[in-house]
């Protein structure tokens, strides 16, 4: 497949694998921001292709993962309402709240739906004018333009009877608190390429500059993460700090400036809780001023009563790369994606999912 | 009734099977002629538009129902005689027997419907099983409102695809149900079959040293269901690989059937959960190449897209099969000289290691286990 084969090669793995060991000299620890990356690195066997010195940790770019408890309580009470069809992506409508998930809702008679498009979720609302369409606006910087389009989408149509749950979370401000943070063994960053894509990457200097750390922008493939994983080392060994950009095919400095435009209109930066790690100070976005009649929240005052976390999860420490997934007492016996426990094991893009499904026990 | 598709043709070689023998009196005795391509009567007139629950009340409409819609589709003695049972005659040996309940939205999809998947399904069970078919049953549950055109259009088809194996529906039960209560239709086929002499395949029996072989393309039904399926569509050429696989199977076993240990046909889960299920039953490892297993371009395309595992996507028409390492290129011949097994691959091998395990190489010369699927496989955000 074109586009693709080329970055599954496994003759120029072999040769970036090997430009690691020429430049290895004392172990580092890097970590991959995003899950998709995670994800790659699992499935391919990556990880255990690389010398010892390199520890992988696993980033918090996961949206599923990360979104509170909370918020899944107030989108299954959204969508018991009658009047209410309730959109969502896929993988986030398996995610345990606290008394039901999306499906459990749907099988108990709720109109829930999987959407591929926010868009679908504005089309469905204008098909469907006697009902309430609200959309699970899930996401890092990534989903969030396409999820602002469909709020900008429904405000032109003039649709009332369309709204968004907002659940977005960015990245910047979540590599500073694991920076920030007294604990922090993460030594290199592998940024998430899709989320720079839209975002660029001017907003990462500043942070290498203040922590004196190698960022280097990764792609998704086999091939991107061996190149990231080899710009980062060499880096680290030379002493250097600062952004590098090895998802050159897709990124570029300033980002998506129309995706950015479309950003700024819609929502604005807002503190938000994170699952399992806890508040991080602007680091979400709700809607701005102009579009607040499209906040689901504020529409249907549902009243949720969330149990706090299960305490033998210790999903904050694998989402700020503190702990590794099979680390973890209940990782495989009691937490498994059948029963999870914590959020990492239920999407697809959790390091425990990922740990689990490719057997790395 | 008119169906535009309706293929007369019989297989070869179920005329040299042997061990099903057609009694002169029985039912099924002149089945295979009415299934051979006889005209077929025209349908009687059906005075409603759409089903309804007096359809499935054992009175007058549900015989003009009956009447109009199936006598004629599925014609034959055992059905015409509309007793509460068929009879079937067998000579001696093993009978294989396995049903199947198909539940499929939407009805109609690229390359297949309800209908022709509803034989298609329980037919590949019994070629898993070694078995030729001997008759089908099948089981309606219509949802009131259906409309009556779309039911004959399903029934047609699986007229069709039942000639094309050359196996009768010799019995069959139609319910309707208030609607809301159906998805359109329900259908549930049972089918019994032969085993051929000397075939004793079983999920437990793979060893050390197999080989494991695919008869073609992965992932190509679960795909085309997604490339229609409401919220999801997107537009794609990719067609369900709905198909009849008892005349592949025949061949193979014809050409190594004493070293054939395992047959199976990954349908939902896929191939990963298949193998899964192998190697936990034969206390086997099995190791797979990521690189030789056979995926369509744009299927490949659709699952990067979506975010799904080809390993883990729905097949119709594929058969997994794990053969004795000497047998091993005859069986990948075998497959290869039948339309439906032109892109059969030998994908991997039994291995003492990891008894209990699958482990797939992947393109880059990394390992990874392969786990079973937990849960529905879902699109992911991003």
């Keep these: 497949m074109k586009f693709v084969d080329e970055y599954r090669s496994e003759e120029h793995a072999r040769a970036f694998l090997e430009a690691i060991q020429r430049t290895i000299t004392r172990p580092w620890t890097l970590m991959e921001i995003c899950g998709g990356q995670t994800h790659t690195l699992l499935k391919f066997g990556i990880d255990e292709l690389l010398p010892r010195e390199i520890t992988l940790v696993h980033g918090p770019g996961c949206p599923v993962c990360v979104t509170p408890i909370e918020l899944i309580d107030q989108a299954v009470e959204i969508a018991r309402r009658p009047e209410v069809l309730f959109t969502s992506f896929g993988d986030m409508l398996r995610v345990p709240g606290t008394r039901s998930s999306l499906l459990g809702a749907k099988a108990a008679g709720a109109d829930v739906r999987m959407v591929y498009s926010p868009l679908d979720a504005v089309s469905l609302a204008r098909q469907h004018k006697d009902r309430e369409v609200v959309f699970f606006a899930v996401g890092f910087e990534t989903t969030a333009p396409a999820n602002a389009m469909a709020i900008y989408e429904a405000a032109r149509l003039g649709l009332r009877n369309f709204s968004v749950l907002s659940a977005h979370v960015l990245v910047p401000p979540a590599m500073e608190a694991i920076l920030g943070s007294p604990d922090n063994i993460v030594q290199g960053f592998l940024a998430a390429g899709h989320v720079c894509t839209v975002m660029g990457y001017r907003e990462y200097e500043p942070i290498a500059e203040k922590y004196r750390i190698p960022i280097v922008v990764t792609g998704f493939e086999p091939l991107d993460l061996l190149h990231g994983i080899w710009m980062t080392i060499a880096a680290l060994e030379e002493g250097r700090w600062g952004v590098e950009n090895q998802y050159t095919r897709s990124v570029v400095r300033d980002g998506n400036l129309r995706a950015a435009a479309i950003l700024e209109e819609v929502f604005e930066v807002c503190d938000r809780q994170w699952r399992g790690v806890g508040s991080i100070p602007l680091s979400g976005y709700r809607l701005a001023r102009a579009y607040e009649r499209f906040d689901a929240a504020a529409r249907f005052a549902v009243a949720t009563e969330t149990a706090p976390e299960p305490s033998d999860c210790i999903a904050g420490l694998i989402l700020q790369g503190r702990k590794k997934p099979n680390e973890c007492r209940e990782f495989g016996a009691g937490c498994t994606p059948e029963h999870p426990i914590g959020a990492p094991m239920v999407s697809t893009e959790g390091a425990c999912s990922a740990y689990y499904l490719y057997g790395r026990r | ?382």
């Design chain 2, 1 to 382: 009734m008119k169906d535009k598709n309706m293929d007369t043709r019989r297989p070869d070689s179920a005329a040299n099977h042997t061990a099903v023998r057609t009694a002169p009196n029985a039912a099924t005795a002149a089945i295979p002629a009415s299934l051979a391509g006889g005209p077929v009567c025209p349908a009687p007139a059906l005075e409603e538009d759409a089903i309804q629950m007096a359809h499935g009340a054992g009175g007058r409409m549900m015989q003009r129902l009956l009447d109009s819609v199936f006598l004629p589709a599925f014609d034959n003695p055992a059905l015409a005689l509309q007793h509460d049972g068929a009879f079937l005659d067998v000579e001696s040996g093993r009978l294989a027997v396995s049903t199947d309940s198909f539940v499929i939205s939407p009805l109609f999809f690229p390359g297949g419907d309800i209908g022709s998947l509803a034989v298609h399904g329980t037919v590949n069970d019994l070629a898993m099983c070694g078995a030729r078919p001997l008759a089908l049953t099948a089981g309606y549950i219509l949802e009131e409102g259906l409309p009556v055109e779309t039911l004959r259009r399903i029934v047609g088809s699986m007229r069709s695809a039942a000639a094309h194996v050359g196996v009768p529906i010799v019995t069959g039960d139609t319910k309707v149900v208030d609607r809301g209560k159906g998805d359109g239709v329900f259908i549930n086929t049972t089918g019994i079959g032969v085993v051929r002499a000397g075939i004793r395949v079983s999920p437990d029996a793979a060893r050390p040293g197999d080989r494991i072989l695919l008869s073609g393309t992965i992932a190509d039904h679960g795909v085309a269901i997604l490339s229609v399926r409401r919220g999801i569509e997107f537009g794609t050429t990719v067609e369900s690989d709905s198909a009849p696989l008892a005349d592949l199977v025949a061949g193979l076993l014809d050409a190594v059937g004493a070293d054939v240990r395992v047959l199976r046909d990954p349908t939902r889960g896929g191939v990963a959960s298949v193998l899964c299920e192998i190697a936990a039953s034969s206390k086997a490892g099995l190791r797979i190449e990521e690189s030789r297993i056979p995926v369509r371009e744009e299927v490949r395309g659709a699952c990067e897209i979506l975010g799904l595992d080809p390993l883990y996507v729905a097949n119709e028409g594929k058969c997994l099969v794990i053969v004795a390492p000497e047998s091993a290129d005859a069986a990948l011949e075998a497959f290869r000289r039948h339309p439906l097994g032109a892109a059969a691959a030998i994908v991997g091998e039994v291995v003492a290691d990891h008894p209990g395990k699958v482990v797939q190489r992947s393109r880059i010369g990394g390992a990874r286990i392969v786990e079973r699927l937990s849960g529905e496989p879902l699109p992911r955000i991003c």
